[in-house]
């Protein structure tokens, strides 16, 4: 079955610590996204790759990085300079074009104690 | 930058038909999408937009007015599954990626 994976689906770290967060496509797709999403915020665009080993910041990139070392994958650190980490991410892939859909990956709701 | 406008919360009961407005402002238009998401689910790809007018898809529809930074999704026959938020987004200045809403909550009651 073709479709984006992440994992795990819930995550708990202490706070101060750096923590990744992996997504993983099957559907060929080149683009890549992170978002967040936050209650009553809306999907917030983190980072986005639309190549292997390139990718661009969004409206939130502060405290996060990323990597694209492989088509198929595009892992998300949360780091300890992440002022409110905790929050659902979501990870989405799609076509080249602007007319093609992204899809999402099921997230990963991530809390920091 | 874009921005994008629409209601938070909307409420109707089944059978009804719902429309859910939103207003855009972006430096460059590459067309209007709607997404649905479940309650702590994924969301999923519901329309696209690129020129004016209505796009019919089944019980689902959606329209757009460029000259008016305007669209809206219209539901026809709510059913009690179609309680989830609704997203619109438009791409970035680049177009390489999508921007959304903060959503609207809908909720369908018997």
């Known amino acids: 079955d073709g479709g984006i994976t992440q994992s795990p689906k819930y995550l708990f770290r202490k706070e101060g610590q750096n923590v990744t967060l992996s997504c993983e496509q099957n559907l060929n797709h080149d683009a890549m996204y992170w978002y967040r999403q936050d209650p009553g915020q809306g999907l917030r665009l983190i980072y986005y790759s639309q190549i292997v080993n390139d990718f661009q910041k969004g409206d939130i990139a502060e405290g996060y990085s990323v990597s694209r070392e492989k088509k198929e994958s595009f892992p998300l650190t949360v780091t300890s300079a992440q002022k409110n980490p905790t929050a659902f991410y979501l990870c989405a892939s799609s076509s080249w074009g602007p007319e093609n859909e992204q899809f999402f990956g099921p997230g990963t709701r991530l809390t920091v104690l | 930058g874009q921005s994008l406008e629409q209601p938070s919360e909307v409420t109707a009961v089944e059978g009804a038909i719902v429309q859910i407005n939103c207003t855009y402002q972006t430096s460059g238009f590459y067309g209007l999408s709607w997404y649905q998401q479940h309650d702590g689910g994924a969301p999923t790809f519901l329309s696209y937009?690129?020129?004016?007018g209505l796009e019919e898809t089944g019980r689902f529809s959606s329209f757009l007015s460029r000259s008016d930074s305007y669209g809206y999704l219209l539901l026809q026959e709510l059913q009690m599954k179609d309680s989830a938020s609704y997203f619109c987004a438009v791409r970035n200045q680049a177009g390489t990626a999508l921007i959304f809403g903060k959503g609207t909550t809908l909720s369908v009651s018997s």
């Open positions: 937009n690129a020129l004016d």
